[in-house]
């Protein structure tokens, strides 16, 4: 098992960057793939990127490519989300998700997460 908290939301203006964590614990948390995910109000929960276990394979959702980049820290057992360039639509809660998997595989969908944390609120300002 693996438990997962995010923060690091907060209230921006539209242009600035910000960056969340995802800190983890569990024995084996080099195991897990993560990703984060996002919901606006009134919105489903969507994809925003992910990151297999071994950090090398990447991917993001088509409206955060070239803004956002996800890095993890197997030693220090925390992934991170840099946003950049953030823009009003960027508004959500975001959370961070983790199974566990060693495939290079990243998926996109909910169901394949086991854990996840409660969420940490972004908002930004026009």
């Known amino acids: 098992q693996v438990q997962v908290v995010e923060s690091g939301g907060r209230l921006v203006q539209a242009g600035d960057s910000l960056r969340l964590s995802c800190a983890a614990s569990g024995r084996t948390f080099s195991d897990y793939a993560l990703a984060w995910f996002r919901q606006a109000p009134g919105k489903e929960r969507e994809f925003v990127g992910g990151?297999?276990?071994?950090?090398?394979?990447?991917a993001y959702a088509d409206s955060v490519k070239g803004r956002f980049t996800i890095d993890r820290d197997n030693v220090k057992k925390t992934m991170y989300l840099q946003m950049n360039s953030l823009k009003p639509e960027d508004t959500a809660v975001y959370y961070c998700?983790?199974?566990?998997?060693?495939?290079?595989?990243?998926?996109?969908?909910?169901?394949?997460?086991?854990?996840w944390g409660q969420g940490t609120q972004v908002t930004v300002s026009s």
């Open positions: 998700a983790a199974r566990e998997s060693l495939e290079r595989t990243i998926y996109t969908d909910i169901a394949r997460y086991s854990y």
């Open positions: 990151c297999s276990w071994s950090g090398v394979n990447r």
